[in-house]
Nanobody, 121 residues
Framework: QVQLVESGGGLVQPGGSLRLSCTAS????????MGWYRQAPGNQRELVAT????????HYADSVKGRFTITRDNALNTVYLQMNSLKPEDTAVYYC??????????????WGQGTQVTVSS
């Protein structure tokens, strides 16, 4: 079973930036598309960015398009989320996972502990 460990969250002022990292155990990371999700209190988990395994193509939710960038380093089994121009509505716990086909809030593997992002002045 792959284990996921997210890091890089914190408290940042509106307009600020953060870079999240997610490292996966095991040797199968490189064959999976990966995604970053977030879940705010009282809300359903939402998929905000994905990156393909084969060609590295990316997709973003409209709410983060132009502000967030997802990248991956297969040699390090790590996926990143660069978040710029952060807004208070970006406040949530952020998770990574391999998106389960046909869903937008489920992953292939067990969820990690996530990393808290708080955008506030």
């Amino acid at each position: 079973q792959v284990q996921l460990v997210e890091s890089g969250g914190g408290l940042v002022q509106p307009g600020g930036s953060l870079r999240l990292s997610c490292t996966a155990s095991g040797s199968i990371f490189s064959i999976y598309g990966m995604g970053w999700y977030r879940q705010a209190p009282g809300n359903q988990r939402e998929l905000v960015a994905t990156i393909a395994a084969d060609d590295g193509s990316t997709h973003y939710a409209d709410s983060v398009k132009g502000r967030f960038t997802i990248t991956r380093d297969n040699a390090l089994n790590t996926v990143y989320l660069q978040m710029n121009s952060l807004k208070p509505e970006d406040t949530a716990v952020y998770y990574c996972n391999a998106p389960l086909h046909g869903t937008t809030d489920e992953g292939v593997w067990s969820w990690g502990q996530g990393t808290q992002v708080t955008v506030s002045s």
